[in-house]
């Protein structure tokens, strides 16, 4: 008797926690079903007849559909419309492949007019001084200036004096007539710059020794 009355007594205390489970199921149907319906809200408004349509850039209309769920359809509509409204950029090669004007060649006439104004800025001078003197020989040192605005590629003296046999001479050759020469190494003058040579000769009692001789300057 204690057992079966035992087991009575449980009875409504089971049928209280299930009717608790039940609420509870309710409660959360109820709160699903308010979500669904504010969601019909947003999407349709006041009308629920309106067919559900998005317009993109009057180009293409999409319909969105009744499942619970937008979010795959709301990103390919977004992705639709960026494909849509970005422009399409230049080609970067359309300007890298215009060609290049190239710089005219100077003219025959330019060219001469160039060369004709560097020889005309073109000078220079030729100082002598008597290191040794003998009896009848003189050594002599020769001092080149650029006394110009241009560069020389070469320079010449005229050492073709009077009573003055040269039979040797050094940082110069000879040319002809009397004249001499720069070296390969020493006729590069800058404007200003200097190069020294000498030779010895064999004078006699009449002979004079210039202070300077005439220089050409070779551009």
């Known amino acids: 008797m204690d057992d079966?009355?035992?087991a009575l007594g449980d009875s409504p205390?089971?049928?209280g926690r299930l009717h608790g489970r039940l609420l509870q199921v309710l409660g959360a149907v109820s709160v699903f079903a308010a979500l669904i319906a504010l969601w019909q809200w947003g999407v349709f408004g006041d009308d629920p007849d309106r067919d559900p349509v998005s317009v993109l850039e009057g180009l293409e209309t999409l319909s969105i559909p009744d499942g619970p769920?937008?979010?795959g359809t709301v990103a390919s509509v977004h992705a639709s419309s960026s494909a849509i409204e970005s422009p399409s950029e230049p080609s970067?090669?359309?300007t890298s492949d215009a060609p290049t004007s190239a710089s005219p060649s100077p003219s025959p006439s330019e060219a001469a007019t160039s060369s004709a104004e560097e020889s005309s800025s073109a000078s220079c001078t030729a100082s002598l001084t008597v290191n040794q003197e003998w009896d009848d020989s003189v050594e002599v040192q020769i001092e080149v200036v650029n006394t110009g605005s241009v560069t020389l590629g070469a320079w010449e003296i005229d050492l073709g004096l009077r009573d003055v046999e040269i039979y040797n001479h050094w940082n110069m050759?000879?040319?002809d007539h009397g004249w001499y020469g720069s070296e390969d190494w020493n006729g590069r003058l800058d404007p200003e710059e200097d190069a020294v040579a000498g030779f010895q000769a064999e004078i006699d009692d009449r002979a004079?020794?210039?202070?300077s001789v005439t220089c050409t300057a070779v551009v």
């Open 13 to 15: 205390g089971r049928r």
């Open 69 to 71: 769920s937008p979010s």
């Open 4 to 6: 079966a009355g035992g």
């Open 92 to 94: 970067a090669s359309a």
């Open 173 to 175: 050759r000879e040319l």
């Open 208 to 211: 004079e020794i210039p202070g």
